[in-house]
Every structure is written in C-alpha cells, then in structure tokens.
C-alpha cells in the first residue's frame, strides 16, 4: 500500500482537461511544499513533469500545472493529447531524507 | 548531455545474485545522489535504494534491506545495485535515477532516469 493515495485511473478528451489528485498527510504533502509528479508513457521510464507543487523543469510544457491544499496536490493536464496517455506518480518530501510515493494513476485520452 | 545507462538485467534462480550497473555521464557524479527503483510487472514504481552524492551513506527499502548493497566506481562513472538472495518477488525493471541534488533534504527530485533493465527471478 502507498503512503500516498492516487486515484487508479482518470480519462478525458482530446483538448479537454484532466486532474489527478493525490492525498497525503500532514506529515508530507500538508506539512512540506516540495510535490512532485512523474509521467511515465507505456513502455518508457519516468519523467519529472512538475516540482516543488507547481514548478515546471525545463522543456515541459505549460499544459501541466500543479497544485495543493492541505494534505492533497493535484496534478492538472490542460489541453489533452495523445501523447499525454500514461502513468503519474506523486511523490512528498517526509522530512529526514525520506520521499513518500503515491500508487500511480493511469490517465487515458479517449 | 545527462545520460543513464543500465545494464545487467538477466533471468536468475531464486536464491541468486546478480549485479546491476548504471553508467553515467554528462554531470558531475560525485555529486548527485543516485537511486535505483523497481516497477514489478503491471505493478507502481518502487524506491529501492539511494547512495549520497559523497559516496558514504546509503539507503535501503525495507523489502531489499540486508540482502542489496550498493557502491559506485567514480573512475568509471558507474553506479551498481548488489543483489543477493533474490526472490521471485524481486522481479522487475530496474531503474537508475539522478537526484537533483548530494541528498534528499526537502525538494528531492529524480531528475533524470535511465531506460531500465529487467531482472526475472524464477527457476
């Protein structure tokens, strides 16, 4: 079981949004402002799409935002794509060298 | 050009060993923190283990702990995941993963993240 709870799935149309949450406590997510979330395509490795709750790495588009209130971040696709069907994972700073992951969420375009 | 390499992924008995590499290059690897995680087949990502940028400490999930180790070899730029007494729980990809930083003191985040390697433990 994950120390922080995503939903296992989530869908939208191409062009529509889509947000995934993640819930934690107030020993991770609500204590600390450092979330991050990872997209990882069928068949690929992961990749840091968003950090620090809404801070984008270079190279990623402004489609992805984040976002958090109390012990839950949420992770919002705007403008769906195809190439935005994959897996994200979230994860917390827990404080003493420790990061906590959340289970994962398979996002679908239809 | 940040890259991650993973090799060493093969079909082991239960009970076996194997070791993983992870050979680095574009970065400074005395520096960085680096991880290795696991994705069980179907399954979520799994942290594994952490080697601080300074080479000395080290960190264990409490599945892997007492029977993985890991080390590096800073002259070839290689990080490595010791695996003994594996079981067929422990199949997987293998990731290796940069963390931004020497350790994990607040914002910690992976980076970059090699392509994986599976290990299958069966008999």
């Known amino acids: 079981q994950s120390a922080l709870t995503q939903p296992p799935s989530a869908s939208g149309s191409p062009g529509q949004s889509v947000t995934i949450s993640c819930t934690g406590t107030?020993?991770?997510?609500?204590?600390?402002?450092?979330v991050s979330w990872y997209q990882q395509p069928p068949g690929k490795a992961p990749k840091l799409v968003i950090y620090?709750?809404?801070k984008r790495p270079s190279g990623v588009p402004d489609r992805f935002s984040g976002s958090k209130s109390g012990n839950t971040a949420s992770l919002t696709v705007s403008g769906l794509q195809a190439e935005d069907e994959a897996d994200y994972y979230c994860?917390?700073?827990?404080?003493?060298?420790?990061?906590?992951f959340g289970g994962g969420t398979k996002v679908t375009v239809l | 050009e940040v890259q991650l390499l993973e090799s060493g992924g093969a079909l082991v008995q239960p009970g076996g060993s194997l070791r993983l590499s992870c050979a680095a290059s574009?970065?400074?690897?005395?520096?960085?923190?680096m991880n290795w995680f696991r994705q069980a087949p179907g399954k979520g990502l799994e942290w594994v283990s952490s080697?601080?940028?300074?080479?000395?400490?080290?960190y264990f999930a409490d599945s892997v702990k007492g029977r993985f180790t890991v080390s590096r070899d800073t002259s070839m730029n290689t990080h490595y995941l010791q695996m003994n007494y594996l079981r067929p729980e422990d199949t997987a990809v293998y990731y290796c993963?940069?963390?931004?930083?020497?350790?994990?003191?607040?914002?910690?985040?992976?980076?970059?993240w090699g392509r994986g390697t599976l290990v299958t433990v069966s008999s």
């Open positions: 080697l601080g940028g300074g080479g000395i400490s080290r």
């Open positions: 993963a940069r963390l931004d930083d020497s350790w994990c003191r607040g914002s910690c985040n992976f980076d970059y």
């Open positions: 620090d709750v809404n």
């Open positions: 107030s020993s991770d997510v609500g204590l600390y402002n450092y």
């Open positions: 994860t917390s700073y827990a404080g003493g060298n420790k990061v906590v």
């Open positions: 574009g970065f400074s690897f005395t520096y960085h923190a």
